[in-house]
């Protein structure tokens, strides 16, 4: 029996995922044919799904990794966002792919998109794994989408649930019975 078996119900299996991410890699790859491009993963929840889709894209990439927080650890956003790591070297004139986990009510990745307007890349795409439009309080055109989900709070493959669960190969809903 796995540790999770009593607390997190499957939503998302791994198989549905990894075709996923593998459909996103060859979308990603056909639309910067001739470019390089540089993966920005946001920490911690983006992890597992831009080492996956990284492995699916055919293309010179480079991977930095900045880390932002609007939780401080609880299920609910602050609103507030806040940079917890910056990126290693400069991003003017890149072709920048913003890798998340998840948006939900849309402020962090407004912020974020607004935080690379001023660096000045070449371009800036978002790719995000699930999309819960229910929660926006700001509209993001998410360019590379993995699966839109219902107003549930999930755990796994790189979600968390007080900072455990991202080590599932699923995206799970944690039960409430």
């Known amino acids: 029996m796995a540790f999770y078996d009593d607390t997190v119900e499957v939503m998302l299996p791994a198989e549905q995922l990894q075709a996923r991410i593998a459909e996103l890699g060859a979308q990603i790859t056909q639309d910067y044919r001739g470019k390089e491009l540089t993966l920005i993963g946001v920490l911690k929840g983006s992890i597992f799904f831009l080492t996956d889709l990284a492995r699916h894209i055919d293309l010179p990439i480079t991977i930095e990794l900045m880390g932002v927080s609007s939780y401080q650890g609880g299920t609910e956003t602050t609103g507030e966002v806040r940079v917890t790591h910056d990126l290693s070297r400069p991003m003017h004139g890149r072709h920048v792919l913003l890798v998340e986990d998840i948006v939900d009510t849309g402020l962090t990745m407004k912020f974020l998109l607004a935080n690379f307007a001023a660096r000045g890349p070449a371009s800036v795409k978002v790719a995000s794994l699930l999309e819960k439009p229910s929660r926006?309080?700001?509209?993001?055109?998410?360019?590379?989408?993995?699966?839109?989900?219902?107003?549930?709070?999930?755990?796994?493959?790189?979600?968390?649930?007080g900072d455990k669960y991202r080590n599932l190969p699923f995206v799970g809903v944690m039960r409430t019975d």
């Open 136 to 161: 926006a309080k700001v509209k993001i055109d998410i360019d590379y989408k993995g699966f839109v989900i219902e107003d549930r709070f999930v755990v796994g493959y790189g979600l968390d649930y």
